[in-house]
């Protein structure tokens, strides 16, 4: 079993929501990573998305984009992506660690062998943005012989065929594309989420994570409300860019987000 439903678990008993993180590995310096999660962990990440740089990122938006382009052009591939991984989890963190990237890159790596590289690295989780649920079967069953969950991905335009593919495979948690469009910071939510979302957990108990254009602690208050995480990417990627506050930003989120009070089990 991987470390997200023991995470899962953990915060469910304390009453608490997730701080997801999406950084892409060899942002901004190739070794960047290697500093940066320690300090999101430390500021209150329960898990981090390291993005595997590719250069068609179809759900991102301009700024994902950019810093994608820059880890490429530091020289970033599969397979330092892995040796990140195991980096980390030797320097000792121990929180899950998942890997968000898009299909080109693992079919070209080979399936089979993309998971087991991934699971000695030490990563608990995929993502991959351009993988429709009903053809993810081939990943879906490789990820799990290694003990690894395919997080797949739910969208206010998923039709009720979609959200009931979904949450039948479900495992780690279901990836709620808060918006109609690219992920990038945002100045409002959409008034669409909350049907959104009770539409999805009228069909599972596998936790929600919602993510795309969540911006600013209010946001992440406001989304914690609704779901049982919070992922922001984009607003990170913005302050590390400018030399901002890394870790002033992450307690921000992550105080907004235990403002709301849950019930324990």
Not at 7 to 14: D, G, N, Q, S
Request: aromatic fraction near 6%.
């Amino acid at each position: 079993m991987s470390r997200i439903p023991a995470t899962w678990e953990r915060l469910r008993a304390e009453g608490r929501r997730a701080l997801i993180l999406y950084i892409p590995v060899g942002f901004p310096q190739r070794e960047s990573a290697l500093e940066l999660v320690p300090r999101l962990v430390a500021a209150g990440a329960d898990m981090v998305e390291l993005g595997v740089p590719f250069s068609d990122p179809l759900a991102e938006g301009v700024t994902i984009q950019g810093a994608t382009q820059r880890a490429l052009q530091n020289g970033v591939t599969v397979r330092y992506c892995f040796e990140t991984v195991r980096l980390l989890r030797e320097r000792g963190v121990e929180v899950p660690l998942l890997l968000m990237g898009y299909l080109n890159p693992m079919l070209r790596y080979g399936l089979q062998r993309f998971c087991a590289d991934a699971q000695s690295a030490g990563v608990d989780g995929l993502i991959f943005p351009d993988l429709p649920p009903e053809e993810s079967d081939p990943l879906l069953d490789a990820s799990r012989a290694h003990d690894i969950d395919l997080i797949q991905f739910l969208a206010p335009t998923s039709t009720e065929t979609r959200i009931a593919h979904v949450t039948e495979q479900a495992t780690g948690f279901i990836y709620c594309v808060a918006l109609k469009g690219v992920t990038g910071a945002r100045a409002e939510l959409s008034a669409d989420l909350p049907d959104f979302l009770a539409r999805a957990r009228s069909r599972t108990e596998t936790p929600l994570a919602v993510g795309f254009g969540i911006s600013r602690p209010e946001h992440a208050r406001q989304v914690a409300q609704l779901a049982d995480g919070v992922v922001v990417g984009s607003a990170l990627i913005n302050v590390i860019d400018q030399g901002g506050d890394v870790e002033g930003f992450v307690r921000g989120l992550r105080a907004a987000i235990d403002s709301v009070e849950t019930p324990t089990t």
